[in-house]
């Protein structure tokens, strides 16, 4: 079994940045996608970005690209989402997630093994 908590939500002002983290025990993910999903009030969870198990692939959502920046820390089983420049549209639960079967990196929640209990992140105009 795997457990993923995240931290590092929060409100902030149009423009300004935060950095979510997301801590995974239980089983060893070296060899896992990480991703980051987001899900709006009456909206559907979407991919935000994931990261391959060795950290060079990344893949990131149209609306993030420039902005956002996914890294992991297999030695301290982390992966961090940071966000530059935040838009009022941002506004959402973030989601941490893993995918066992690589080494495809899917965008889909559906191949998503493992979630976190997600954390809030809200940016004010």
């Known amino acids: 079994q795997v457990q993923l908590v995240e931290s590092g939500g929060g409100l902030v002002q149009a423009g300004g940045s935060l950095r979510l983290s997301c801590v995974a025990s239980?089983?060893?993910?070296?060899?896992?996608?990480m991703g980051w999903f987001r899900q709006a009030p009456g909206k559907e969870r979407e991919f935000v970005a994931n990261i391959n198990w060795s950290g060079t692939n990344t893949y990131y959502a149209d609306s993030v690209k420039g902005r956002f920046t996914i890294s992991r820390d297999n030695g301290l089983g982390t992966v961090h989402l940071q966000m530059n420049s935040l838009k009022p549209e941002d506004t959402a639960v973030y989601y941490c997630?893993?995918?066992?079967?690589?080494?495809?990196?899917?965008?889909?929640?559906?191949?998503?093994?493992?979630w976190g209990q997600g954390t809030q992140v809200t940016v004010s105009s």
């Open positions: 239980g089983r060893n993910l070296d060899d896992y996608i």
């Open positions: 997630a893993v995918d066992q079967a690589g080494p495809l990196m899917p965008t889909e929640p559906t191949y998503y093994d493992y």
